[in-house]
């Protein structure tokens, strides 16, 4: 989605690009790497090679693939979106007699069964963990313009950047030290997740009132089309205003947008 891969099932969340890449190229490289890999042209008994119930299914499917439709789905392809379909179907069966590094593999929609390097077992044989994205939040730094601190029993820390220099607006409007602030939002971009808990009571966590909860906005204070464009109607129709009276008049320091939201319970 995106040009980002997202794990859909057994759970919900973000896929690590780079892994998921890593495994749809190596699926896409099996072949038959010598002629004694060439098994059987019209295999008739696939429980032989173990390919009647395969120890692993790879799927691949094609987004926005138009499926096969019969004339009276035809009717309805207005009122249903179309699922992707499936361009290929890899079966793997059981091991190769005499040839333990090879395995023996077919697609679904063809009858010549071939062997291929055993190692794709453990390519493919992929828990979600393993392929899930280990990146806490995921933030292009340049684009964060407004960062939110909110600490329990200790207040409100705002702050804003303007052009290239950060302010500090809560809980006093006060120059802030660009570096620290820099180097606090590369610290929250870099957080990495050790450990998957997809179960389990917030309150347990001490998730439920969160010690510290940092919202981070990127392009939040950056005026959108709407803004610029009443904004150009407001001088045209009153050019004799000061426009950096106006500019100054418009300047907010409560962004817009959903912000990223890290919440951090007690210690593990």
């Known amino acids: 989605k995106d040009t ?13 690009n780079n892994k998921v890449e890593e495994l749809i190229g190596k699926l896409g490289d099996l072949k038959a790497d010598t002629d004694a890999d060439y098994i059987e042209d019209d295999a008739k008994d696939l429980a032989k090679y173990g390919l009647d119930t395969p120890q ?15 004339d009276k789905k035809k009717k309805d392809k207005t009122k249903e979106k179309d699922k992707p379909t ?19 593999a077919k697609l679904a929609d063809q ?22 994205s280990r990146d806490l939040v995921e933030l292009t730094t340049s684009d964060v313009d407004f960062v939110r601190i909110q600490r329990a029993g200790a207040g409100e820390v705002a702050i804003g950047k303007k052009d290239f220099d950060w302010e500090i607006y809560q809980p ?11 180097d606090f939002v590369k610290k929250i971009d870099e957080l990495d997740i050790k450990e998957f808990i997809d179960q389990g009571d ?15 906005y990127q392009k939040g204070l950056k005026p959108d089309d709407k803004d610029k464009d ?6 045209k129709d009153d ?30």
Do not use: C, M
Request: charged share 40%.
């Open 111 to 132: 009858k010549n069964v071939i062997a291929v390097a055993a190692s794709i077992l453990n390519d493919l044989s992929k828990q979600p963990s393993d392929l899930r």
């Open 202 to 216: 917030l309150k347990e966590f001490g998730l439920e009132q969160p010690s510290v909860t940092v919202a981070i």
């Open 86 to 104: 499936i361009v290929e179907k890899v079966l793997i069966g059981k091991p190769v007699d005499d040839r333990d590094d090879r395995v023996y």
């Open 172 to 182: 006093k409007a006060t120059k802030a030290e660009t570096t620290a602030v820099t």
């Open 230 to 235: 009443s904004k150009d109607k407001a001088k």
């Open 56 to 70: 692993l299914v790879a799927e691949i499917r094609k987004p926005g693939s138009e499926a096969k439709l019969d």
């Open 4 to 16: 980002k891969w997202h794990l859909v099932e057994p759970v919900a969340d973000r896929a690590d």
């Open 239 to 268: 050019k004799g205003k000061d426009e950096k009276k106006e500019e100054s008049s418009d300047a907010t320091t409560e962004p817009k947008g959903e912000p990223i939201q890290v919440a951090f319970g007690k210690r593990d």
